[in-house]
């Protein structure tokens, strides 16, 4: 197996030998098999590998979404396993911002109300998310559209959206799972080029779950996943991703498609 330990920096999340096993009448899943993997606060890491690979659910473990069947994980050094719900709830409203595929945004409410409703859980007053949601929406290229519902964005839109409401409460760690997904190359483009920014910007941790090769470009390293366990992790300087091409294979995409 890879080495999967970051260097001797500051590690934000820590996974040590950490089992995901499910149980299916007599067979036996196991989903993820002894994974240790430290990530590095502020850094940019992709998560990736084929369906059934086992990606879905490490991203899941580090974002206090599900639990291990055994082993820990640790985010900014407290151990999940430690923390009961109320607390698990606080991490993932205060610490954690989350980015999915489908954009999961409410379609009654505006872009503005999508993006304050973190806020108003993490307890602000009208004055302030009103406020604090225009200037995220400001800083992903929004500020015309605060009052648009979703239905009367583009695809593109609604991501950005969404990461706005990703980092409505300035988290230190960013989750998005298959964020390019359902959009187009030029679209997808920019959407990994805004990631970065929010990456550089706010200094998050960015943790990236994907099959897409065209959202490596930002990354600072890449995990691969095989039936559940980590096959390499590649640094910076052993990905290569040419513009225009899907990986430096030169398969060219159309834009648009």
């Known amino acids: 197996m890879a080495n999967s330990s970051g260097s001797n920096g500051d590690n934000i999340i820590e996974v040590k030998e950490v089992w995901k096993t499910y149980r299916m009448g007599d067979t036996t899943l196991h989903a993820l ?4 993997l430290k990530i590095r606060r502020g850094e940019y890491l992709s998560i990736m590998g084929p369906s059934g690979s086992g990606k879905t659910t490490l991203f899941n473990m580090v974002g206090a979404l599900d639990r291990p069947s055994k ?29 999915f595929q489908s954009f999961n945004l409410i379609p009654v409410m505006t872009a ?19 406020e ?18 979703p239905l009367e964005l583009s695809g593109g839109q609604q991501q950005r959206v969404a ?39 706010i200094g998050a941790t960015i943790i990236i779950n994907t099959h897409d090769h065209k959202m490596l470009v930002a990354s600072d390293r890449v995990v691969d996943l095989s039936d559940g366990a980590i096959e390499k992790i590649r640094n910076r300087d052993e990905i290569h991703i040419e513009e225009g091409t899907i990986a430096g294979l030169g398969i060219e995409e159309e834009e648009g498609k």
């Open 33 to 36: 098999k002894g994974i240790n």
């Open 71 to 99: 082993g820990q994980v640790l985010v900014e050094g407290t151990e999940l396993n430690t923390l009961n719900q109320r607390q698990i709830a606080y991490l993932r409203c205060h610490r954690i911002g989350y980015i």
């Open 112 to 130: 503005l109300d999508n993006v304050a409703l973190p806020m108003v859980f993490a307890g602000l007053s009208k004055n302030e998310y009103e």
């Open 132 to 149: 604090k949601a225009r200037r995220k929406l400001v800083q992903v290229g929004l500020g015309d559209r605060v009052d648009h519902k």
């Open 163 to 201: 990461i706005a409401r990703a980092i409505a409460n300035d988290p230190a760690i960013i989750l998005a799972d298959e964020p390019t997904g359902n959009l187009d190359l030029h679209t997808g483009t920019e959407i990994i080029e805004l990631l970065k920014e929010m990456n550089k910007e």
